[in-house]
């Protein structure tokens, strides 16, 4: 793939940066960004070419691509639209502002970056835009109500675009991990402590019996959980495959629930969901 160009979003840690030293050895131009300066030298003094990129800052976005451009002379085969955060909590203590904050990041940002990827796409006829969703953009669990939203979010607007697109050389996919290593626990944490307001909750023991001690508590390996390098893998395929799909699943609980989605009624499901 030498040659070829990708933006890569949410590089710091687990999927984004196993996903941008893996392309870079397959021979792709990776453009590695990150939220934090720090991150970006410490991605530079590996061999990336890494510079800041903010979900949450649209000058952030349009200043991230002018300079992707500036390097390419004006083209970019592919983005992969992954950085992304959890806010944890009941959705009846899930504040607006909240919920607001959070689909900044995890779709907004998504999409403006996308629109903005469109046109020089379009212009040399091609190219790969590849969002990452998660397993509960197909189904929903529990505690998890504002990520969730952002991915099911996510899954119709991408579908919507894959089929505008449909003919223009613009390939569009989504990929749908389940658990794999990564810090999203830890980085759930901040927005936790800002926004859910646990202790005043009508379900505060649910919160100290269940939630809290997951959050804080470093349990291991969930069941399943795969390295990033899983999500990398079908990461290339979207890319490099002449007729890449519109999904790809990783790990076994996502295709669990993608076959239990469709063939179970809505009730047993639930059942299915409550039981963890």
């Known amino acids: 793939m030498a040659g070829k160009s990708i933006l890569i979003?949410?590089?710091?840690?687990?999927?984004?940066y196993?996903?941008?030293?893996?392309?870079?050895?397959?021979?792709?131009?990776?453009?590695?960004?990150?939220?934090?300066?720090?991150?970006?030298?410490?991605?530079?003094?590996?061999g990336l070419e890494s510079f800041v990129l903010d979900y949450d800052?649209?000058?952030?976005?349009?200043?991230?691509?002018?300079?992707?451009?500036?390097?390419?002379?004006?083209?970019?085969?592919?983005?992969y639209n992954n950085g992304a955060y959890a806010l944890?909590?009941?959705?009846?203590?899930?504040?607006?502002?909240?919920?607001?904050?959070?689909?900044e990041t995890n779709l907004f940002g998504y999409h403006d970056l996308a629109r903005q990827v469109i046109p020089v796409m379009r212009a040399q006829g091609h190219g790969r835009i590849i969002n990452c969703s998660s397993?509960?953009?197909?189904?929903?669990?529990?505690?998890?109500?504002?990520y969730v939203a952002t991915k099911f979010a996510m899954e119709g607007l991408t579908d919507v675009m894959r089929l505008e697109l449909k003919g223009t050389g613009i390939h569009v996919s989504l990929i749908e991990p389940g658990p794999v290593t990564a810090k999203i626990r830890e980085?759930?944490?901040?927005?936790?402590?800002?926004?859910?307001?646990?202790?005043?909750?009508?379900?505060?023991?649910?919160?100290?019996?269940t939630l809290v001690k997951r959050l804080y508590t470093d349990s291991g390996p969930d069941p399943f959980e795969l390295p990033p390098s899983a999500v990398t893998k079908k990461l290339v395929h979207a890319l490099e495959a002449s007729r890449?799909?519109?999904?790809?699943?990783?790990?076994?609980?996502?295709?669990?629930?993608?076959?239990?989605?469709?063939?179970?009624?809505?009730?047993?499901?639930?059942?299915?969901?409550?039981?963890?």
């Not at 996903?19 to 410490?42: M, N």
């Not at 980085?187 to 019996?209: C, M, Q």
């Not at 799909?245 to 609980?253: I, N």
């Open 187 to 209: 980085n759930a944490i901040p927005h936790f402590e800002k926004w859910i307001d646990w202790k005043n909750s009508v379900l505060v023991e649910e919160y100290e019996n």
């Open 244 to 276: 890449p799909r519109a999904r790809y699943y990783v790990t076994t609980p996502t295709y669990l629930m993608g076959a239990l989605r469709r063939v179970l009624p809505t009730s047993a499901l639930d059942w299915f969901l409550a039981k963890g």
């Open 88 to 103: 944890p909590g009941a959705v009846e203590d899930l504040p607006r502002g909240g919920l607001r904050a959070i689909f």
């Open 9 to 16: 979003t949410g590089c710091s840690s687990g999927i984004g």
């Open 18 to 46: 196993d996903a941008a030293h893996g392309l870079s050895k397959r021979g792709w131009r990776v453009f590695a960004t990150c939220r934090a300066t720090a991150d970006c030298e410490r991605l530079r003094g590996e």
């Open 135 to 146: 397993v509960l953009g197909l189904v929903g669990i529990k505690w998890r109500g504002a």
């Open 57 to 79: 800052d649209e000058t952030s976005i349009t200043t991230a691509l002018a300079e992707v451009l500036k390097r390419t002379g004006g083209t970019l085969d592919a983005l």
